[in-house]
């Protein structure tokens, strides 16, 4: 095994300078040169050969491994829920509006991680992220497990919601910019998919046929989050603020990067909108799919929650599959031929009232779905400088995270006047949004144009305005 205290982490920009590991000196200076630009460092990502590599040391590897096993839990948290929420609805008599604001209450969570990301990294390095998040989790497992009375779950809630937006910035950041990010994206958003296609079956079987009460799956969630945070001291225990410190120096004339200088950058804010209607398509569906069987579809209850593991089982395999076409298609035209994909299912998985087309529709809905965040945080590390990419992709994680709260929040108060078969008209207008905020991105379709964008420093929307000038160009030469 090898000593946590051995080698400093290896943060977003590459490894520290001169880390030994095995011998290998890396000196990052000479891999990454500053910037010369007074608004960030826009340069070249470094080529393949120089970035960050998963298993480039055996801490490096423990490392890697303990993110996905913290994704599978944040995809546990995501994906419980829907099928939890028809049986707590039981358990405190309350209607859909009120049951769904345990989706609005991590919101707050989520934000308030992604603001305070930059922060704790500063401050406590990467070593804080592995130590913070596992507790909130924990804390907000234990309440919830001990089924308070109803006012109290929202509140609860947020604790969770604050670790997992945590995580979700911290190593989308350091994963999305190491050797073959889009597939260890796939990889890392994959596990996430896997703990959310398991979650709702194991908590169905616990009550339909072991009989046991909705809270009781939330003991597993303690135990799982304990692991983590003991797991996670060992794992990231040299990683603190210092190294982080020193891995990320301001280059020569710039002061540290704010969380406020990112968000100023217009691309932050259409990354993390992109993000936000995303997730809330994505846990709207499989929040209110169980409802939608039982109540529209009228299917068996056991078979309504396995339709969920379905889903969360396609996003799983959309992630692991799709994450090794993306890259070689080129993230814009990839994401932008899955949505349109996305718009036919769902129109097919609205309109054709069987059970069973239904449950395939969903399985490919899912697997179609599944790139899009992976992808998001790629384009972010190729089109923003190097010195945004933790508060940036950190905050644009956070915030997209909220969509888990805001969209499925919105579809159960309009459910429960209109009824829950406005989850399809919904999930229809919002995968159109993310066709049009996918576009507004800079850079073409053709692979290297999103590299080319920013090191062009381009704006929203300069495909259009390319597009406009071509086309004026075109009539007035005739």
Known sequence: MADPMSSAVSQVQGDYPNTKDGGATVDVEKTQPPSESPGGDYSDRPTEGHLERWNQSRS??????????????????????????PYIETHYDISYTVVSLLFLAPF???????????????????????????????????????????????????????GNGLEDSAWNAWVGHMHQANELLGVLHGAYGMGGTIAPLIASAMITKAHLEWYAFYYIMVGMSGLELVTGIWAFWGANGAAHREATRATAGQGRTTTRRVLREPIT???????????????????????????????????????????????????????????????????????????????????????????????????????????????????LPKDYHVSAIGFAASFGGGGAAVLPFAVGAIAQKKGVEVLQPIILAVLVVLILLWLLLPGGMKRGDLERAGRNREGLGSEFVRGYRWLRGRFERR
Not at 135 to 155: D, E, K, Q, S, V
Not at 292 to 318: E, K, Q, S, Y
Request: aromatic share 16%; net charge positive.
């Open 60 to 85: 490096n590897i423990y490392r890697f491994f303990f993110t996905l096993y913290g994704f599978g839990i944040m995809g546990m948290n995501d994906a419980v829920l829907g099928a939890l929420i």
């Open 108 to 162: 707050v969570g989520y934000v308030s991680a992604g603001l305070l990301n930059n922060i704790i990294h500063h401050k406590f390095g990467q070593f804080g992220v592995a130590v913070i998040a596992p507790t909130c989790r924990i804390l907000g497992y234990i309440a919830l497990a001990l089924h308070p009375p109803y006012a109290a779950l929202p509140i609860v809630a947020l604790l969770p919601g604050f």
């Open 269 to 383: 804010w259409v990354l993390a909108f992109f993000l936000l209607f995303y997730v809330g398509a994505e846990v709207s569906l499989g929040g209110w799919v169980v409802t939608f069987m039982l109540r529209v579809r009228h299917a068996d209850p056991f078979l309504a929650g396995i339709t969920v593991t379905l889903f969360w089982l396609g996003i799983t395999l959309g992630r692991l599959i799709l994450g090794f076409v993306t890259g070689r298609v080129g993230e814009k035209l990839a994401i932008t031929a899955y949505l349109a994909l996305c718009v036919v299912l769902e129109l097919l998985y609205w309109f054709v009232p069987h059970f069973a087309a239904a449950a395939v529709f969903i399985v490919f809905l899912g697997f179609f779905l599944g790139p899009l965040f992976p992808a998001a945080v790629i384009v972010a590390t190729k089109v």
